[in-house]
């Protein structure tokens, strides 16, 4: 089964930051967002999805995104400027292979979830490389407790802060009437899931991604935030 893609991409830098880290990437088959950090951040983040964009090109199956999003790693580890702060950023990415090719498969490093959306219901499908996402995956605390978990951006995967980098792996069952929602975790910075769930769940994709910026704002905006919206026909 061939499935058909509607999607919409939006990205906000907020009330409080004085500069937007993050960035999305949505070019064919393939979708991504990453949050950059330190004083490099911006750079780092924005490098990151040209490198691996440019590298999925060329090689665009499933040994190829994985190998590109390790190119990705190497350029954003390369270009770190020496002296400065620790910089780098997560990655979160979706690629919609066909069924010849293993079907959907997602990629993350770090705390930017991709969540689906079916039958009214969000569920997070990644793990968060936090020292709370952490805590989460050993049942010692809840997701919603891990939001406010003082430690919850305390990374302990990235791009960028070793030569090598670490990544999960997930398989996606994508059915007709799902809805995936990739965001940076700027999304659940202070608003409630039935909030974001609610934006979600505008049927247009373009209306949903601006209700999810101004949830997350009218929340507090502590962070940046940037959600792309994936509708599967």
């Not at 390790?70 to 990655?91: D, F, H, R, Y």
């Not at 990235?158 to 009437?177: H, K, N, S």
């Not at 909030?195 to 994709?205: H, N, Q």
Request: glycine content about 10%; some cysteine.
């Amino acid at each position: 089964m061939t499935l058909v893609l509607t999607a919409a991409t939006a990205t906000d830098q907020g009330p409080v930051r004085e500069s937007n880290q993050d960035a999305a990437l949505a070019e064919g088959i393939l979708y991504a967002v990453s949050d950059g950090f330190g004083l490099g951040g911006e750079h780092a983040s924005r490098t990151a999805l040209e490198t691996l964009a440019a590298a999925f090109a060329a090689a665009p199956d499933r040994d190829g995104l994985i190998a590109a999003v390790q190119q990705a790693n190497e350029k954003v580890w390369a270009e770190a400027v020496p002296g400065m702060a620790a910089s780098g950023a997560t990655l979160t990415v979706v690629a919609f292979f066909g069924p010849e090719q293993g079907g959907p498969l997602a990629l993350n490093i770090g705390d930017s979830p991709l969540n689906r959306i079916r039958d009214g219901h969000m569920e997070q499908l990644t793990d968060d490389h936090s020292i709370a996402g952490e805590l989460v995956s050993a049942g010692e605390i809840s997701r919603t407790e891990s939001r406010y978990h003082p430690q919850r951006h305390l990374l302990t995967r990235a791009l960028g802060i070793g030569p090598q980098v670490r990544l999960d792996l997930v398989e996606l069952e994508c059915r007709p009437g799902d809805r995936l929602l990739i965001s940076s975790d700027g999304l659940f910075a202070g608003a409630e899931d039935a909030d974001i769930v609610d934006a979600a769940l505008i049927p247009d994709p373009e209306r949903a991604v601006r209700k999810l910026i101004e949830v997350a704002n009218a929340a507090g905006g502590r962070d940046n935030t940037t959600v792309i919206v994936i509708d599967i026909a």
